[in-house]
């Protein structure tokens, strides 16, 4: 059963999930949000109200999603051949792609299911759970294999740039519905003048087969209060060595797909205060939107970790660099199944 609060946008079930070797980017300023003088003057009106009233916030600049296109071949490349992915019926929630051949999900497609729900975030996280292990279990397929060959996934992801302020200004603003007619009349796109700032988060389960959940700060900008896995966002200054730039991403797409992979593990680190010693390599299940926060998109990654809860929770008490972020761990005892080793 789908959560109503999210739309699941790519589900990577029929190739066991999908290691950094299988993902790439494109980046280009087509990418970027539409705008004009009108939408910029409402954005900066926006963020002066509410950094009035939560003056810790901070804006910088985040990746924007645009589109992506999976493209399946039977040929294992050297790159991904150290990683044996079982070829897998493709998941009944994409019905868009199919693993024999290349398919593009352009923005409105990707957007036509993004509409607003009121449910509470605690039910949400149980749901995102259940589609985590549904995703994980996969099933072989008997078709798509020949000659002895896996169906290997790349996936092309196409950014540009956008920032906090931003997404709080349009995806969180009183007009988006204004804004989604316009993009749907201006550029046949809702999101078009929308930010959509690609997040991460984390699926992370213990050695003793709990899932991590912590509860949000209220002093946090959304979801105060409420149960949540670790997470945030890929940050363009990573990977830029002095100003963030499109031309500056453009010139190390490898290096942003780097930061997509060790920011999820980033944010573990920082949020439940594990070091990065003790998890595994992350495994991208699939890429959601996520209605509680204004329709943000979100890659969901599976990650392990080598500690047992208690040590866990041990470690979150003492407190990483971000403790301010939430305030309670709490475990959810749940199998995952058939998860990479």
């Known amino acids: 059963m789908m959560d109503p609060e999210v739309s699941l946008l790519l589900d990577c079930a029929a190739w066991r999930g999908l290691w950094q070797s299988q993902v790439q980017v494109e980046i280009s300023e087509r990418f970027n949000r539409r705008t004009d003088v009108a939408l910029e003057r409402h954005i900066e009106e926006m963020w ?137 009349e201006e550029f046949s796109d809702p999101v078009a003048l929308l930010a959509q700032p690609l997040g991460v988060g984390a699926v992370l389960c213990t050695e003793d087969g709990q899932v991590v959940l912590i509860r949000r700060s209220q002093k946090v900008a959304e979801a105060g209060g409420q149960l949540d896995i670790p997470g945030g966002h890929p940050e363009p200054k990573a990977v830029c060595e002095e100003q963030v730039s499109l031309v500056a991403l453009q010139q190390r797409p490898e290096a942003v797909v780097a930061e997509f992979f060790s920011s999820v593990c980033a944010e573990i680190r920082d949020e439940v205060n594990v070091p990065l010693s003790f998890l595994g390599e992350p495994v991208l299940m699939g890429v959601a939107l996520n209605h509680t926060s204004a329709g943000r998109p979100s890659a969901e990654f599976y990650v392990s970790c080598s500690l047992t809860s208690d040590e866990v929770r041990k470690l979150y008490w003492k407190g990483g660099a971000e403790a301010h972020e939430s305030t309670d761990i709490v475990f959810l005892s749940r199998k995952v199944r058939n998860l990479p080793e």
Do not use: M
């Open 48 to 184: 002066t109200e509410r950094v009035a009233r939560e003056p810790w916030l901070f804006n910088g600049a985040k990746f924007r999603l645009h589109s992506f296109r999976l493209t399946s071949s039977s040929n294992l490349s050297s790159s991904s051949a150290s990683h044996q992915h079982s070829s897998c019926t493709p998941s009944s929630h994409i019905p868009v792609l199919d693993c024999s051949e290349e398919k593009f999900c352009a923005t409105d497609v990707l957007h036509d299911a993004a509409q607003n729900s009121s449910d509470q975030r605690n039910q949400q996280t149980a749901s995102r759970l259940e589609q985590a292990s549904s995703t994980c279990d996969c099933r072989a397929s008997t078709d798509k294999n020949t000659d002895n060959q896996e169906a290997v996934a790349i996936l092309t992801i196409r950014l540009g740039l956008t920032c906090y302020k931003d997404y709080l200004g349009t995806n969180w603003s009183c007009r988006v519905a204004e804004l989604r007619q316009r993009g749907e």
